[in-house]
T-cell receptor
Framework: DGGITQSPKYLFRKEGQNVTLSCEQN?????MYWYRQDPGQGLRLIYY???????QKGDIAEGYSVSREKKESFPLTVTSAQKNPTAFYLC????????????FGPGTRLTVL | GENVEQHPSTLSVQEGDSAVIKCTYS??????FPWYKQELGKRPQLIID?????GEKKDQRIAVTLNKTAKHFSLHITETQPEDSAVYFC???????????FGPGTSLSVIP
């Protein structure tokens, strides 16, 4: 289970506040991803980064922002523009080589009060 | 963009029976199809994957089949056990590190 961590495990925020979710990996992986998981909707891609200082929008990027200043870190900011932010957020990383698996972090459950 | 559909959304089987989960995808450029298992309260983990140049792949009690012409692929679990109970996600991508699009998931319950 080690190698990719997310913090905190549970996060509460008031409506209108921005909040940043942490994702760190020590696997020396080039690619990192953020997914949102809602019941019955699977894993939806928010943002992904294949290399440091570069990232691309996924299918549901609106209301979210990311940065990739270091290979090990890919923080996700949930802004006040995200209309329905309460969800389970999963971070993943990948070696960047063909046909290798994505490794997931333990997730952060965000609740907006 | 790619769209992955998955059926059924829930599946209950008796212990020892087989379970089949089916997925379809829309983008003919997709050539990598992983399956992930997520146990309750845990992170998703890869259980098997298949590349487009292969029609079937087996790993003990788990097998995956791929029909590129019809754009569908399936997960087969034989001799199911209670520990197989979990949510299973299929996925598709052009390469394994590119955008990976997941299906909505199938909640499998194996009844002892």
């Amino acid at each position: 289970d080690g190698g990719i961590t997310q913090s905190p495990k549970y996060l509460f925020r008031k409506e209108g506040q921005n909040v940043t979710l942490s994702c760190e990996q020590n696997l020396n992986h080039d690619a990192m991803y953020w997914y949102r998981q809602d019941p019955g909707q699977g894993l939806r891609l928010i943002y992904y980064s294949q290399i440091v200082n570069d990232f691309q929008k996924g299918d549901i990027a609106e209301g979210y922002s990311v940065s990739r200043e270091k290979k090990e870190s890919f923080p996700l900011t949930v802004t006040s523009a995200q209309k329905n932010p309460t969800a389970f957020y999963l971070c993943a990383s990948h070696t960047g080589e063909h046909y290798n698996e994505q490794f997931f972090g333990p997730g952060t459950r965000l609740t907006v009060l | 963009g790619e769209n992955v559909e998955q059926h059924p959304s829930t599946l209950s089987v008796q212990e020892g029976d087989s379970a089949v989960i089916k997925c379809t995808y829309s983008d003919s450029a997709s050539n990598y199809f992983p399956w992930y298992k997520q146990e309750l309260g845990k992170r998703p983990q890869l259980i098997i994957d298949i590349r487009s140049n292969v029609g079937e792949k087996k790993d003990q009690r788990i097998a995956v089949t791929l029909n590129k012409t019809a754009k569908h692929f399936s997960l087969h679990i034989t001799e199911t056990q209670p520990e197989d109970s979990a949510v299973y996600f299929c996925a598709a991508s052009e390469t394994s590190y590119d955008k990976v699009i997941f299906g909505p998931g199938t909640s499998l319950s194996v009844i002892p």
